[in-house]
C-alpha cells in the first residue's frame, strides 16, 4: 500500500490516542477510590449475660469495652506511666488522700447525642451504687460525688484507696449518657447502648452476635486505617472457630488448646502468648471434716498434680502460681513457698492429721461442660486413690453448682474450682473478693474466715497508693497465712492465648483487661 500523507496523519492521531489512553489508564491507578467497609470478624465462645454497663461482671468486657469508656485506662506491662487519661484528662489529690478531683475531657458526646460531662459521670457512678449489682463494690470507699463544673468532678472518700486505679475498673466504671441511667437491664440488654466509646451497636442478637458500627462522632478521630464494621458471633465449636480462621473466614477466634502446637506453622495466623492476670482456685471446704483441719488441707495440696496440669492439660498456656497474686501484678511474691507433688509429705500429713490410711471421701464439683475442669480433677482424683481418698467427680450446671456453693457451707461440695481474674488491678480484688469474710458465700467457697489476714488486708489496700511498701509488707503476710491454712490451691497462673490473623496488625494484649480486644487500636 502506498503510504501518502494522509495515512501518516491518522497513524500520528492513534499514537496519540494510545498515549493519552494509557497515560489515563496510570492517572486512574493513582486516583483516591472509595474505601471499601473495613469488617473485622470476632469468635466468642460463650454468649454475654448481661450487657448492661453498671451490672455486667462476666465477659461481656468483649463488646463493652468498644462502646463504652471509663475516665482512666489501666495501661499494658512496660508503659511509662501506670494509667492514661481517658474521658478524664487529669486527676489531683488532696494530701490527706481523701480527695480526688478529676478534670474531664471536653468535646465528647454519647452515641444518643448528649454531651458528656461532670452530672453523666455522677449519674453513671450513683446508678451502679443504687443497683447494687456485682461490681457496684468498687465504689464502697466514696462518701460523696461533687459537681465543682460542667468538667470537674469531685469524690469525698471515707478511707484511703488507689481511687483513679478504681476508676479504670474492668467492670462497673463505664460511663453512660444521662439519657439511660433510668433504662433497666431488659433495656440494655435488647440491644440498646449510651456510651461515648468508638463503636455503636447496631444489632444485637443474644446467644448469636452483635454487629457494631463506627461512632463518626468519636472523640478519638478516625484518621488512621480503623474498622468500620465489626461483627462478633458466637461460635462455641472450636474446631468449627479454627476452620473459620484458617479460611480467612473470621480474623480473631478461639482454638483448642490442643491444636496451638499443629497451627503455629500455619502461615496465615499469628499466635501469641502472654501473661494475664488469670488463675484459678481449687477450694477445699474448710467447714467440713476432713478438710476443716489444716493438715488435712496440706496433705491435699501435696497431692495435686501441678506439673502436669500444666505441661498435659495447659499444654504450656499456664505456670504454676505462686501465691495467690499472679504473676507479673504488684503484690506478686516469686520467692513465697511454692507447693509440689508429694506422696511422701501428704501421707506424712495425714499421718498427723489422724487419717494414717486415708479413708474418706471427698466430693468435688465443676461446671458441665468444661472438659479441661473435668481433665484436671481426673488427674487429682488418680493421685488422691494413692493415698486412699475417694473423689466423687460432679458435672453441674453453672447454676446448680453456685447456689450448692453459696447455700450453707456444711452441706456444700468439699471441693469446688473457679477461674478468678481482676476487676480492677489490685492484689486486694483477689485477696479480699476470694478470701475475705463474708457473712454470706459469694466467691470464698473455702468458707475460711481469718480475721488477723482480714486486717491485713484491709489495711494494705489503704495505703496502696501513698505507702505502696508498706502495702506489700502485709499483702504478703496474708500471702503467707494463706499458704499455711491453705483454704485453697492456687495451682496456676494462665497465660492468655490469641488466635488471629497475620493481616491484623495494632494488637497488643493488657492483662488488665482480660479477654479484652480494643477494637479501635486495630487495622489490616
Do not use: C
Not at 2 to 21: D, F, G, H, L
Not at 38 to 65: F, H, K, M
Not at 445 to 470: C, H, K, M, R
Amino acid at each position: 500500500m502506498e503510504k501518502t500523507a494522509s495515512s501518516k496523519r491518522n497513524m500520528y492521531i492513534a499514537i496519540v490516542a494510545v498515549a493519552i489512553i494509557a497515560v489515563g489508564a496510570v492517572a486512574y491507578m493513582f486516583w483516591p477510590k472509595p474505601q471499601a467497609a473495613r469488617v473485622l470478624t470476632i469468635l466468642i465462645g460463650t454468649e454475654w449475660v448481661n450487657i448492661d454497663p453498671s451490672e455486667s461482671y462476666q465477659n461481656e468486657q468483649e463488646l463493652l469495652a468498644n462502646v463504652y469508656e471509663t475516665l482512666v485506662r489501666y495501661n499494658p506491662p512496660g508503659s511509662a506511666t501506670t494509667l492514661s487519661p481517658l474521658l478524664a484528662t487529669n486527676w489531683t489529690s488532696s494530701d490527706n488522700g481523701l480527695t480526688w478531683t478529676f478534670q474531664l475531657r471536653q468535646n465528647v458526646k454519647f452515641h444518643d447525642g448528649t454531651v458528656f460531662n461532670a452530672t453523666a459521670v455522677k449519674l453513671s457512678i450513683e446508678r451502679g451504687i443504687n443497683l447494687k449489682a456485682g461490681p457496684a463494690y468498687i465504689w464502697d470507699p466514696v462518701q460523696q460525688i461533687i459537681i465543682l463544673d460542667a468538667y470537674t468532678i469531685q469524690f469525698k472518700l471515707k478511707y484511703l484507696v488507689p481511687f483513679p486505679v478504681i476508676t479504670s475498673s474492668l467492670y462497673g466504671a463505664w460511663i453512660i449518657s444521662p439519657k439511660a441511667i433510668n433504662q433497666s437491664d431488659i433495656w440494655f440488654n435488647a440491644g440498646n447502648e449510651a456510651g461515648t466509646g468508638p463503636y455503636m451497636i447496631a444489632n444485637y442478637t443474644k446467644g448469636e452476635n452483635a454487629i457494631l458500627q463506627r461512632f463518626v462522632d468519636y472523640w478519638g478521630s478516625w484518621s488512621g486505617w480503623h474498622f468500620d464494621t465489626v461483627l462478633f458471633k458466637v461460635v462455641r465449636d472450636t474446631a468449627t472457630s479454627e476452620q473459620m480462621l484458617v479460611a480467612g473466614d473470621a480474623q480473631i477466634g478461639n482454638v483448642a488448646t490442643e491444636r496451638l502446637a499443629a497451627l503455629s506453622t500455619n502461615t496465615a495466623l499469628n499466635i501469641s502468648r502472654d501473661p494475664s492476670y488469670i488463675n484459678l482456685l481449687v477450694y477445699l471446704n474448710t467447714q467440713r471434716p476432713p478438710l476443716n483441719n489444716a493438715l488435712v488441707r496440706q496433705a491435699m495440696a501435696y497431692a495435686f498434680p501441678y506439673k502436669d496440669v500444666v505441661d498435659t492439660i495447659y499444654k504450656g498456656t499456664a505456670v504454676q502460681a505462686v501465691g495467690a497474686i499472679p504473676h507479673g501484678m504488684f503484690g506478686h511474691f516469686d520467692d513465697l513457698y511454692k507447693y509440689s507433688f508429694n506422696l511422701t509429705k501428704a501421707k506424712e500429713l495425714l499421718t498427723q492429721a489422724g487419717y494414717p490410711n486415708g479413708g474418706f471421701k471427698v466430693v468435688a464439683t465443676y461446671t458441665q461442660g468444661s472438659t479441661t475442669w473435668q481433665s484436671l480433677y481426673e488427674l487429682y482424683q488418680s493421685n488422691l486413690a494413692q493415698l486412699n481418698i475417694t473423689m466423687e467427680i460432679k458435672a453441674m450446671t453453672a447454676s446448680a453448682k453456685y447456689a450448692m456453693a453459696r447455700g450453707d457451707p456444711t452441706t456444700a461440695q468439699d471441693i469446688t474450682i473457679l477461674m478468678w481474674w481482676p476487676t480492677y488491678v489490685t492484689p486486694y480484688d483477689f485477696l479480699f473478693n476470694l478470701f475475705h469474710t463474708e457473712s454470706k458465700p459469694i466467691y470464698n467457697l473455702g468458707y475460711w474466715y481469718n480475721s488477723t489476714y482480714d486486717q491485713l488486708i484491709d489495711s494494705a489496700f489503704e495505703v496502696e497508693s501513698t505507702n505502696p511498701t508498706l502495702a506489700l509488707q502485709n499483702y504478703r503476710k496474708a500471702q503467707e497465712i494463706l499458704i499455711q491454712e491453705m483454704p485453697a490451691i492456687v495451682p496456676i497462673d494462665q497465660q492468655h492465648v490469641s488466635v488471629m490473623r497475620k493481616e491484623i496488625k495494632g494488637w497488643v494484649y493488657n492483662p488488665a483487661y482480660t479477654n479484652t480486644i480494643f477494637i479501635y487500636d486495630l487495622y489490616m
